[in-house]
């Protein structure tokens, strides 16, 4: 069965950006959030085995979000989706609890390659 | 990568973004105490910035990157909202919609230096990225969103291209053009199945009509949206004090109605506050408030949406119009000062202008002409009020949509022409060959519908009359025969020179015959 993922970010383009490029790659996105709120109340609902987060997102921010899943399953694979100037906050997010980041502008197989890692 | 698909997401989600910033700022500027939409302009700086670079559109990104590093610092405390730091993040959003519409039109977005270069020189030095500037790059996420005044529908909306609404609503067209020639079969068969299935069909269709309709109507809001700052901008650079009152912008329009608007409404407030407003000195001289008023309000009428443009400057000089249209061979030296009606038919001569010099905001005559052809290319029709030293007004009238209209078919010799129902008010009876129509001991100002088609005179003494009501005043066209009322399914076609502007276009009728739709406002 294809592994199941969660993309998690403000911006319609780059949730579709990364929805195609995983759906083209095998897997399954069962959910799309667009708040750090939506993300940890899908995550809950869908408990998808992969996570995509966005760092700058409204209403709760993707390093807040990641800090409410990994309370609740610190096994939570989630990988992290910043802008080139955020290293300090990648940093922050991988201490909550995040496993891996990938940079924006995104190299599809740069995404992948993350991907497939963390899912092992 | 599916290029095309991203670039267009990436151009409405800009666009929207752009719009907020606009708003966003607006908002600021005018009420410096609102807890600063510094995050959520911050965010979509941000989101642009990475759909941009994304896509490899360097110089949006860099912008993007420059107008995100000043909120930035305006974040930490760097830089304080100045009134020229406001301004250079309004045309930081100025510069990243230019590269945006760039992008539209399959243009590489230019870089503009001296821009990049001012919006740097404000931002202070970036700093260290330490944990501590992280966790105030948390605070900024988790500050809480400035609630939009404007709260948007509830529900999921999707995104569609016009174009897909579009090939739909002619299919929906071409359904309604067979359902009416269905129609008029099975009403030979009264009483039959045919009928009864005939008369089913009917319905569904104007069900499905409608719906198509209605998911093309969007609110008065999407282009409204964009004069706030328009205005602000203008009263800058004329010195002039403005208010913006936008009014009923929920009422909804087709969308394709929606984006001819944008023109001719810009071009009337560009006049409003270039030539009919006064100088804040010139006001208070006349005993008006320093602050001059426009007024773009959006009304549903009977047969359409009312949208008027109202501001409280000068009112139009008819003296100088008049000296202007004789000196220009427009009148007669001795003709008398115009009314409204005439006031407008002279302004919308083209490049008529009271005006001898040319003003940087509104450039060379007051254009109205193009305004004018526009809002009747979109099915509406134009009035002028105007008051010396109470302002003027523009009321536009317009169909909701101009796809499908409710019509009286009318026949004049062989030839059937069908009248939108829009300006429509009563029938009467013409009793003479020629001359007046006369309702209810009143004459009306009348045309003879066989003169205007070069038919000569009449051949019946009781012909039908359609009283129409043109700005408040009742008028008369005189046919042959009043054939029923129908809705037509309007055909785009590009209007062949020297057509008769009162020719509002083509459609189909019931029979597969093609008929001429006519604007009767432009009769007289």
Not at chain 2, 22 to 29: D, G, Q, T
Not at chain 2, 319 to 334: K, N, P, Q, S, Y
């Amino acid at each position: 069965m294809a592994h199941t993922v969660l993309v998690c970010d403000d911006a319609i383009f780059m949730r579709t950006m990364i929805t195609d490029i995983l759906t083209q790659a095998g897997y399954e996105v069962v959910g799309e959030a667009e708040t750090g709120a939506q993300a940890v109340e899908k995550y809950r609902q869908l408990k998808p085995d992969l996570v995509t987060m966005d760092i700058v997102m409204p209403d709760m921010g993707g390093i807040e979000a990641v800090r409410e899943i990994c309370k609740k399953n610190p096994e939570a694979k989630i990988l992290m989706c910043s802008a080139m100037g955020q290293q300090a906050l990648v940093v922050e997010a991988i201490q909550a609890g995040a496993k891996d980041f990938v940079v924006k502008p995104f190299q599809p197989s740069r995404v992948l390659e993350a991907v497939q890692r963390l899912l092992g | 990568m599916d290029l095309e698909r991203y670039t267009a997401l990436f151009l409405s989600d800009s666009r929207d973004h752009l719009q907020r910033c606009n708003e966003l700022l607006l908002e600021w500027e005018r009420e410096p105490g609102t807890p600063e939409p510094i995050a959520e302009l911050f965010r979509a700086f941000h989101s642009i910035k990475g759909s941009s670079a994304a896509l490899g559109l360097a110089p949006i990104t860099e912008l993007a990157h420059a107008a995100e590093q000043m909120l930035a610092g305006l974040r930490d405390g760097a830089l304080l909202p100045a009134p020229e730091v406001l301004d250079a993040l309004f045309r930081a959003v100025d510069g990243l919609a230019d590269g945006v519409e760039a992008v539209a039109r399959h243009e590489p977005p230019s870089v503009d230096r001296p821009l990049l270069d001012a919006l740097r020189e404000l931002a202070p030095a970036p700093v260290e990225r330490t944990g501590e500037i992280a966790s105030s790059e948390r605070r900024l996420q988790e500050r809480p969103r400035v609630s939009s005044p404007k709260l948007r529908p509830p529900g999921r909306q999707v995104r569609v291209e016009l174009e897909r609404l579009d090939a739909l609503l002619h299919e929906v067209g071409e359904l309604v053009v067979a359902r009416n020639r269905l129609a008029a079969i099975a009403d030979r068969e009264i009483g039959s199945e045919l009928e009864r299935v005939s008369g089913r069909i009917s319905g569904l269709v104007g069900g499905l009509q409608t719906g198509v309709l209605r998911a093309r109507m969007a609110p008065v809001e999407e282009v409204f949206d964009r004069f706030p700052r328009m205005v602000r901008d203008l009263a800058r650079d004329l010195g002039k004090e403005i208010r913006l009152d936008l009014q009923g912008t929920e009422i909804e329009l087709d969308r394709a109605l929606l984006d001819g608007l944008t023109d001719p409404l810009t071009h009337l407030i560009r006049n409003a506050a270039d030539h009919g407003l006064e100088t804040p000195a010139e006001r208070v001289a006349a005993g008006k408030s320093r602050e001059g008023t426009i007024r773009l309000r959006a009304e549903g009428a009977r047969d359409g949406v009312i949208v008027t443009l109202a501001d409280d400057g000068r009112g139009i000089d008819r003296v100088g119009v008049h000296r202007r249209a004789v000196e220009r061979g427009l009148l007669d030296a001795d003709a008398l000062t115009p009314d409204a009606a005439g006031l407008l038919r002279l302004l919308s001569h083209p490049g008529f202008t009271t005006r001898r010099e040319v003003t940087q905001v509104s450039g060379r005559g007051v254009g109205i002409d193009a305004v004018l052809t526009r809002i009747r290319s979109l099915g509406g029709r134009m009035e002028l009020k105007t008051a010396p030293g109470r302002g003027t007004t523009f009321l536009m009238h317009l169909p909701v949509t101009r796809a499908i209209v409710r019509a009286l078919i009318i026949g004049v010799a062989e030839e059937r022409y069908a009248i939108p129902f829009g300006l429509l008010a009563e029938a009467a009876v013409h009793e003479a060959t020629e001359g007046e129509v006369t309702l209810r001991g009143e004459p009306l100002l009348t045309v003879d519908l066989r003169k205007t088609l070069g038919l000569g005179n009449g051949v019946h003494r009781r012909r039908p009359a359609i009283v129409l009501d043109i700005g408040g005043r009742r008028t008369a066209v005189v046919v042959d025969v009043l054939l029923g009322q129908q809705d037509v399914v309007v055909e785009q076609f590009a209007p062949p020179v020297g057509l008769p502007s009162w020719i509002g276009g083509v459609t189909i009728l019931p029979d597969g015959a093609p008929a001429l739709i006519l604007d009767p406002a432009a009769l007289f």
